[in-house]
């Protein structure tokens, strides 16, 4: 998945299994999204799905800016100054880019990928949710068609009692803000309550799922790739974890050994 993959993505999509959640995709797009003929439908379908919950989707326009510009509805109540959103993105992964770097495929760059990212149009992801969430001090909920929301947030600090962004994600790469019912203003959005159980947050809660850097940025990635690809990546994630297993086990029986060495020394002292 390198630079070339993630160039435009134009022109409609293969018909309804365009909005399987569980469909892989590989590399990350560029340019125009919400392209499928059916996409009305879907959309109508999905918001329907949100209304019981008191919240609705407030679109974006589909120009590869969309997760940018769905974060900028919701924090500032315009749209238009997505670009700043990319940018500080942009440059906290730089300035984390060992970090980062550790969760890209083998043969993805990430000074590639920053690059990329850079340019206007390009769709972002998990990547510069994780982000925002730690320069935001936020939290990301992440609501999905017939699915429970995913909690996206950073690893890197205690993000108790922040409040959330909340962002409807379409398995098309597209982005949607998410309000309450009512809350139309072009204004930064109101308080949405959480239904689900975040035990870090000082919001309303009572179910749900929250996760940090490791674990959703790989579930993320895997969504975009082939079961080649997903399984080599996944043999060498077992080859490190075992790798650092084994240092750790190494390291326990250097600190026994030199304990016991010390307890000997004393115990010839004494004699």
Known sequence: M?????????????????????????????????QDKNWDKYFNEFQKYLEPKGIYMRDVDGDGN???????????????????????????ITKHKDYFAMFLPEDENIDEYLKDMSDNGT?????????????????FCLYLKDNDPVIVKSGEKDLKGV????????VDEHYSSVRKLGDTDQAPAERIP?????????????????RDMSSVT????????????KKKYQKENDKK???????????????KHQKNKKEEKSHKKKK
């Open 194 to 210: 959480v239904d689900f159980d975040d035990s870090d947050s000082d919001e309303d809660s009572t179910d749900g799922s929250d």
């Open 2 to 34: 390198g630079k070339k993959d993630r160039k435009e993505k134009k022109g409609k999509s293969k018909g309804k299994n365009h909005f399987d959640f569980n469909q892989k995709k590989k590399g990350r797009g560029k340019g125009k999204t919400k």
């Open 123 to 139: 769709w972002g992801g998990h990547f510069e949710l994780v982000a925002l969430s730690a320069l935001l001090n936020v939290k």
């Open 241 to 255: 974890k075992a790798h650092h297993q084994e240092e750790e086990e190494d390291s326990k029986g250097k600190g």
């Open 163 to 170: 409040k959330y962004v909340h962002l409807a994600y379409h």
């Open 66 to 92: 969309c997760l940018f510009r769905s974060i900028a509805d919701h924090v500032d109540g315009d749209e238009s100054v997505h670009r700043q959103y990319r940018d500080m993105a942009v440059e906290y």
């Open 218 to 229: 790989k579930e993320m990635n895997d969504m975009h790739l082939s079961k080649k690809e």
